[in-house]
């Protein structure tokens, strides 16, 4: 099956330092890959839309120039956190989608393991 | 996007079939229904999805109603490492998945 990885699995940092996620397709190409949000005891939240060679799209509320991201190729999106605070600590959670697998509308996503941070 | 509503809960015994149901009353025509599963501090998992017809794979069975507002995710026998939150999601037009509070699936030994 479509193998998606990031890393780092875990990090802690100061607050008001930048942290990068990088999620990464190993066995596919994806021109398209999402970032998400968990914290404790909720569901996930999409974040944004990472499209390859283009801006991402962002969801209503999230800060774009809080959580920048990157996709430059196709298969790496990175996600950074800048300026990160306390209540940015949660578990991050990139999935990627494998345009040849699955026709329209079927949008089988491939998780990665997620990340999290801890921001003191 | 279509709305769901899922058991916040259910429980099963080891080696037992599950049924999972999920209420989508709001889908469109043409978005397929995926479940997702996700284990504790793990990404979320692909387990099966379908547009009409019923679907089965090596993890479970998709039972679609005729009519599209529901359907059941069924485990043919449960296993502790089936414990998990398992999510509905309605196929999104922009190619996004809205997650939900999806089922919490307990195993009992």
């Known amino acids: 099956g479509a193998v998606v990885s990031q890393h780092p699995s875990w990090v802690i940092c100061k607050s008001g330092t930048s942290v990068k996620i990088e999620c990464r397709s190993l066995?596919?190409?994806?021109?398209?890959m999402f970032w998400y949000r968990q914290f404790p005891k909720q569901s996930l939240m999409l974040m944004a839309t990472?499209?390859?060679?283009?801006?991402?799209?962002?969801e209503q509320g999230v800060e774009k120039d809080k959580f920048l991201i990157n996709h430059a190729s196709l298969t790496l999106s990175t996600l950074t956190v800048t300026s990160a605070h306390p209540e940015d600590s949660s578990f991050y959670i990139c999935?990627?989608?494998?345009?040849?697998?699955?026709?329209?509308?079927?949008?089988?996503?491939?998780f990665g393991p997620g990340t999290r941070l801890l921001v003191l | 996007d279509a709305k769901t509503t899922q058991p916040n809960s259910m429980e099963s015994n080891e080696e037992e079939p599950v049924h999972l149901p999920c209420n989508h009353s709001?889908?469109?025509?043409?978005?397929?229904i995926h479940w997702y599963r996700q284990l504790p501090s793990q990404g979320p998992e692909y387990v099966i999805h379908?547009?009409?017809s019923n679907v089965n794979n090596r993890m479970a069975s998709l039972a679609i109603a005729e009519d599209r507002k529901s359907s059941t995710l069924i485990l043919h026998r449960a296993t502790l490492r089936d414990a998990a939150v398992y999510y509905c999601?309605?196929?999104?037009?922009?190619?996004?998945?809205?997650f939900g509070k999806g089922t919490k699936l307990s195993v009992k030994p």
């Open positions: 990472s499209n390859e060679g283009s801006k991402a799209t962002y």
């Open positions: 066995d596919f190409q994806a021109t398209t």
């Open positions: 709001t889908i469109s025509g043409t978005d397929y």
């Open positions: 999601i309605p196929g999104g037009s922009q190619g996004n998945l809205i």
């Open positions: 379908g547009l009409t």
């Open positions: 999935s990627a989608r494998d345009p040849f697998r699955g026709g329209p509308n079927q949008e089988t996503q491939y």
